[in-house]
């Protein structure tokens, strides 16, 4: 079965340091990728996503993720994170042979401190 | 409107009961999606529209789920004989076309609990 694993349930990290975010997904299918923030008491927007072309992708607020077809990975990274960062990341992949449907990981919840 | 508009915001219900969740999508989107969010768990799809028909509803849990989509726009998500289990946060999504051709829009869900 198709699906989606975030191995980290919550990544605590101190404020302008580096963070990765860790995304990998079942099948080596083509795929369509993305990524999606939370932020407390909002609904789901999207970050960035992969569907063709270069495998890394730049998002908003400074987010990069880079697409391994070999691993099946799709880690999502900022090179310094801010306070205002704090927010659960979802990961999310739609297979092309059920392209419609975006399956989600469980989710990390990013926290920065001070 | 703006974005996608999910009503009630919050619902308490009683086992047993039914309810309806509704969702209102961004206006000329054709495709309207419902997912489920339990406490620590990832997104779970439920049911998928394009215009008012249903290719996808293989994400329902059980015969209890059903939803309906009029107009291709607005939909209602009904759950009968509510129990505890499916106390979640229900999400709606709208796009303009298939998801991977434009980005998906998710209101702020309906908050659903069971006592």
Request: with cysteine; proline share 4%.
């Amino acid at each position: 079965a198709q699906s989606v694993t975030q191995l980290d349930s919550q990544v605590p990290v101190f404020e302008e340091a580096p963070v990765e975010l860790r995304c990998n997904y079942s099948s080596s299918v083509s795929v369509y990728l993305f990524w999606y923030v939370q932020y407390p008491n909002q609904g789901l927007q999207l970050l960035l996503k992969y569907l063709s072309g270069s495998t890394l992708v730049k998002g908003i607020n400074g987010f990069e993720a880079e697409f391994n077809k070999s691993q099946t990975s799709f880690h999502l990274r900022k090179p310094s994170v801010h306070i205002s960062d704090t927010a659960e990341y979802f990961c999310a992949v739609s297979w092309m042979d059920s392209s419609y449907k975006l399956i989600f990981g469980s989710g990390t919840r990013l926290l920065v401190r001070p | 409107g703006a974005g996608v508009s999910q009503s009630p915001s919050n619902k308490v219900t009683e086992k047993g009961k039914d309810v309806e969740l509704r969702c209102d999508p961004i206006s000329g989107h054709t495709a309207l999606y419902w997912y489920r969010q339990s406490l620590g768990q990832g997104l779970e799809f439920l049911i998928y529209f394009q215009g008012n028909s249903a290719p996808d509803k293989s994400g329902l849990p059980s015969d209890r789920f059903s939803a309906e989509r009029t107009g291709g726009s607005v939909s209602t998500l009904t759950i009968q004989r509510t129990q505890q289990e499916d106390s979640a946060v229900y999400l709606c999504a709208s796009s303009l076309a298939r998801v991977t051709n434009t980005e998906a829009f998710f209101g702020q869900g309906t908050r659903l609990t069971v006592v």
